[in-house]
């Protein structure tokens, strides 16, 4: 029952880090300090994604790449915040669901190893027990050859 809901909480929240990561983006935007930071960030990404296109189709690469103009710099910075956001979020719940299973198969294995020596224990416990009873037999066969060879003794006596 509660695999289910689990992964409905994760799948809600993922759906609800999308409004936020949009939230984000406008407050980037909005914000001069943080909208200067996020200008180098948008120039450095613009350079590496249009080299590495460069390079996959087989075009010159130590041409000058010119640079986004401001707006289009803080909308792409956007866009790159609030991708991140949402592929943050996602990776948690991933990692937070991968330490939840890995917790419950531990947890299954303990139970595994406890069952195995429960029944390692009954196995010495019964071997034990066998050993005594062989013993015992052995002495009762003893005993009964010893009456036997007495009683016979006598009887031929008579």
């Not at 914000?31 to 590495?52: C, D, E, V, W």
């Not at 956001?85 to 996602?90: K, L, M, S």
């Not at 066998?130 to 031929?156: C, V, Y």
Request: charged share 30%; glycine share 4%.
């Amino acid at each position: 029952m509660s695999l289910p809901l689990m992964k409905l909480g994760t799948l809600a929240l993922r759906t609800l880090s999308k409004p936020i990561a949009s939230r984000l983006k406008k407050e980037a935007a909005i914000n001069p300090k943080f909208r200067t930071s996020i200008i180098g960030i948008a120039q450095a990404n613009h350079r590496l994604t249009t080299t590495l296109q460069r390079r996959i189709y087989g075009h010159a690469t130590d041409v000058e790449i010119r640079p986004l103009n401001e707006e289009r710099a803080v909308q792409v910075a956007g866009d790159l915040i609030g991708e991140l956001f949402v592929f943050t979020v996602a990776c948690g719940a991933l990692i937070f669901e991968v330490q939840r299973s890995a917790r419950s198969e531990a947890k299954r294995e303990e139970i595994r190893k406890r069952e195995i020596e429960i029944m390692r224990q009954r196995d010495e416990d019964i071997a034990k027990q066998m050993e005594f009873l062989m013993k015992k037999l052995e002495e009762l066969e003893k005993a009964t050859k010893g009456k036997t060879l007495t009683s016979s003794q006598t009887n031929n006596v008579k």
